[in-house]
């Protein structure tokens, strides 16, 4: 009796799905709107798609200055720019929040130094948030100061540097930080990179400023200027472009 009863019950659910399923339209669930807006890429992953801003194409450095407002000092020459020693980082005029970045850079061919000290520089998102720049082809050093590391904060999930002298790609999505009124992180900044194509940060929190010395901190801040950093070392830059995401 009691099988009989299951068997029943089976039956009915299954004539009550047939029947909703009958009743049911695929358009129920077709969403229309908004449409996305139509970005045309680049004709290769170096290239701009046709909403980013580019900060460097090779022909000037008009997007930038040195943080005292200095035009900048750095070396021009055949497209690339190159750090010149002694003269201070330098700073996008325009400042951003959310971003998608792109950006290729080299360390020297010729090998000089070891560890921090050979191909030493960093991309620092809002001015504050450092993605290392640095020769970690076959030298090692401490792995969350390596080459993709939030610098002192998260060690990258890879290492595929190519040799110096050959170009360095990073591809980076970051979402800004929003505060609370007394200056706390409401949402902590995140942050995504690929380094040649290979995922090695994956929507990595971000703690805080990245300090060469003691913890990060944490200071109430707006939308800022992305910074590359003279660390002494003739490290090149190219192709430098972002899609803001907010």
Same mark, same amino acid.
């Given at each position: 009796?009691? #099988?009989?009863?299951? *068997?029943?019950?089976?039956?009915?659910?299954?004539? !009550?799905?047939? *029947? *909703?399923?009958?009743? &049911?339209?695929?358009?129920?669930?077709?969403?229309?709107?908004?449409?996305?807006? $139509?970005?045309?890429? +680049? $004709?290769?992953?170096?290239?701009?798609?046709?909403? !980013?801003?580019?900060?460097?194409?090779?022909?000037?450095?008009? @997007?930038?200055?040195?943080?005292?407002?200095?035009?900048?000092?750095?070396?021009?020459? =055949?497209?690339?720019?190159?750090?010149?020693?002694?003269?201070?980082?330098?700073?996008?005029?325009?400042?951003?929040?959310?971003?998608?970045?792109?950006?290729?850079?080299?360390?020297? @061919?010729?090998?000089?130094?070891?560890?921090?000290?050979?191909?030493?520089?960093?991309?620092?998102? @809002?001015?504050?948030?450092?993605? @290392?720049?640095?020769?970690?082809?076959? =030298? #090692?050093?401490?792995?969350?100061? %390596?080459?993709?590391?939030?610098?002192?904060?998260? *060690?990258? &999930?890879?290492?595929?540097?190519?040799?110096?002298?050959?170009? %360095?790609?990073?591809?980076?999505?970051?979402?800004?930080?929003?505060?609370?009124?007394?200056?706390?992180? !409401?949402?902590?900044?995140?942050?995504?990179?690929?380094?040649? +194509?290979?995922?090695?940060?994956?929507?990595?929190?971000?703690?805080?400023?990245?300090?060469?010395? +003691?913890?990060?901190?944490?200071?109430?801040?707006?939308?800022?200027?992305?910074?590359?950093?003279?660390?002494?070392?003739?490290? !090149?830059?190219?192709?430098?472009? $972002? #899609?803001?995401?907010?």
């Amino acid at each position: 009796m009691k #099988r009989r009863t299951l *068997i029943v019950g089976i039956s009915l659910l299954l004539v !009550a799905t047939l *029947i *909703i399923c009958q009743n &049911l339209n695929p358009k129920d669930t077709e969403i229309w709107e908004p449409e996305p807006e $139509v970005v045309v890429p +680049g $004709v290769s992953s170096s290239d701009p798609p046709s909403d !980013a801003i580019v900060l460097f194409s090779g022909d000037d450095l008009d @997007q930038w200055q040195h943080n005292d407002g200095r035009p900048v000092e750095w070396d021009l020459e =055949n497209g690339i720019v190159v750090v010149k020693k002694g003269t201070g980082d330098i700073r996008t005029k325009e400042a951003f929040g959310s971003i998608q970045l792109h950006i290729e850079w080299r360390t020297p @061919q010729e090998i000089e130094g070891e560890g921090q000290g050979r191909g030493n520089s960093g991309l620092f998102l @809002q001015e504050r948030y450092e993605v @290392q720049i640095l020769d970690s082809y076959n =030298n #090692r050093t401490y792995s969350n100061g %390596q080459a993709g590391s939030i610098y002192k904060q998260s *060690i990258p &999930l890879a290492n595929p540097m190519r040799p110096p002298g050959e170009w %360095q790609s990073y591809d980076i999505i970051y979402h800004a930080p929003s505060f609370e009124d007394e200056g706390t992180y !409401a949402q902590h900044p995140y942050v995504t990179v690929l380094h040649n +194509g290979v995922l090695i940060q994956d929507h990595v929190k971000i703690l805080g400023t990245t300090e060469f010395i +003691g913890p990060p901190k944490v200071a109430k801040h707006g939308k800022s200027s992305i910074m590359l950093q003279d660390h002494g070392n003739p490290v !090149a830059f190219r192709n430098i472009w $972002v #899609r803001e995401l907010d």
